[in-house]
């Protein structure tokens, strides 16, 4: 069974720009988490998502948002890009919410210059 | 979730087992132990993880201590490939929790020949 996939791997924006990433989940899984990682901070959780409803959300602005399509797939959108944005972002997706082990995707590099 | 407490560094030599702890005092009745690892760059990858008793699987043993309040993870037989960032997670199954793991600082652990 083919694993988390993620789209693209690497990204170079400026700022002021917007970015979309996509996220498709192990074939099945209805459950879609986001994450940041960045050296300061470690990883951080941004968003879940079940059934195309956003089910929680992370202490991050508004900047950051997110959706979720009828075949589980999942999008992270950031909004007028800053440098501190830089980060590895993570996909992760499991079988249903909450009570799954979630399985991670191999991420997205945004570089902000 | 419970908080934990992890080494921040580890070495290990090679062919030898690697056992990292991890104290989790505070968890509750209802939260499980998960081990997750990160190599460089990479998406954690899911390692294992239990409730109360111990676990075994292809990758690694977690031994849970009778009062829950810590756990080792062992790999029984390091290679160079098992060089990550081993984090340790409490993690509650309470459906209005949500589906968020919260990272901490993790287990540098750096196998050596």
């Known amino acids: 069974k083919a694993g988390v996939t993620q789209t693209p791997r690497y990204l170079i924006k400026t700022r002021g720009q917007q970015v979309t990433l996509s996220c498709s989940p192990i074939?099945?899984?209805?459950?879609v988490s986001w994450y940041q990682q960045t050296p300061g901070q470690g990883l951080q959780f941004l968003f879940e998502y079940f059934s195309e409803t956003q089910r929680n959300k992370g202490n991050f602005p508004g900047r950051f948002s997110g959706r979720q399509f009828s075949n589980s797939r999942s999008e992270m959108n950031v909004s007028t890009l800053e440098l501190g944005d830089s980060a590895l972002y993570l996909c992760a997706s499991s079988l249903r919410q909450s009570t799954d082990t979630q399985y991670f995707g191999p991420g997205t590099r945004l570089t902000v210059l | 979730d419970a908080k934990t407490t992890q080494p921040t560094s580890m070495d290990c030599a090679e062919g030898r087992a690697a056992n990292l702890p991890c104290n989790h005092s505070t968890i509750s009745g209802n939260e499980y132990v998960y081990w997750y690892r990160q190599i460089h760059s990479q998406g954690p990858q899911y390692i294992i993880h239990?409730?109360?008793n111990n676990e075994t699987n292809e990758m690694a043993s977690l031994i849970i201590t009778e009062d829950r309040k810590s756990s080792t993870l062992i790999l029984p037989h390091a290679t160079l490939r098992d060089t990550a960032v081993y984090y340790c997670?409490?993690?509650?199954?309470?459906?209005?929790?949500?589906?968020?793991?919260?990272f901490g600082g993790g287990t540098r652990l750096m196998v050596k020949p």
């Open positions: 997670i409490v993690r509650s199954y309470n459906n209005n929790a949500g589906n968020m793991l919260t």
């Open positions: 239990g409730l109360k």
């Open positions: 074939s099945g899984h209805r459950s």
